[in-house]
């Protein structure tokens, strides 16, 4: 019987095989490409654009920097990519992922792994590193819960936990098409990058 199909063409030409990801394979471009069109909450949130995983990820990256304003330029370049992912198999909310099973994680632990040595940081993250990174994350869920995905304030703080005020003071949630994202997302990893050296 023939084997389906585990691989899929980027827009730079790679291969990138789901299965066995290499750090060969990964470009920033369709990393950025790929989340400025994928869209969180299933795109149940309110305005013109889809608040995209690459805008999310941005405001992660912006959340990390003030949870910790002398964080390695390396852990902010790590939040910036912890969705990068899903510029291949999607963003599936929670409930989601559960009803898939454990298949969806290792997948989705082989992708990181191959990004992360593609951008010079352990394909593992260490764990205070992660803690921090989930952290920025849940904080930005609240945002988005309350700004644009229809939750009181008293259900998001219920689901993701209040954030510290002075983190989220004047953090707003932006939406934009997504090529302007796209570019965003793309000079955010440059200047990172830089920083890093």
């Given amino acids: 019987m023939k084997q389906p199909r585990a691989w899929q063409r980027m827009l730079s030409g790679r291969r990138l095989d789901l299965l066995d990801p290499t750090p060969m394979d990964i470009e920033i471009e369709d990393i950025a490409h790929g989340l400025a069109f994928v869209a969180r909450w299933n795109g149940q949130t309110i305005g013109d654009h889809p608040f995209s995983v690459a805008e999310h990820s941005l405001l992660v990256e912006e959340i990390h920097s003030r949870l910790d304003p002398r964080a390695d330029p390396r852990w902010r370049l790590a939040a910036l990519l912890h969705d990068a992912p899903e510029y291949v198999i999607g963003d ?44 920025a994350d849940r904080i930005s869920a609240w945002l988005e819960a309350v700004q644009i995905a229809g939750f009181s304030r008293s259900e998001a703080d219920r689901f993701f936990g209040r954030p510290p005020s002075e983190i989220v003071e004047n953090l707003g949630i932006r939406l934009r098409p997504p090529r302007e994202v796209r570019a965003d997302f793309t000079a955010r990893h440059e200047a990172l990058l830089r920083e890093i050296g």
């Fill in 92 to 135: 599936m909310i929670s409930p989601v992922k559960a009803a898939v099973g454990p298949g969806y994680g290792a997948l989705d632990e082989r992708l990181s792994a191959a990004i992360h040595i593609r951008f010079g940081l352990p394909a593992k993250l260490p764990a205070a590193v992660m803690r921090r990174i989930k952290k």
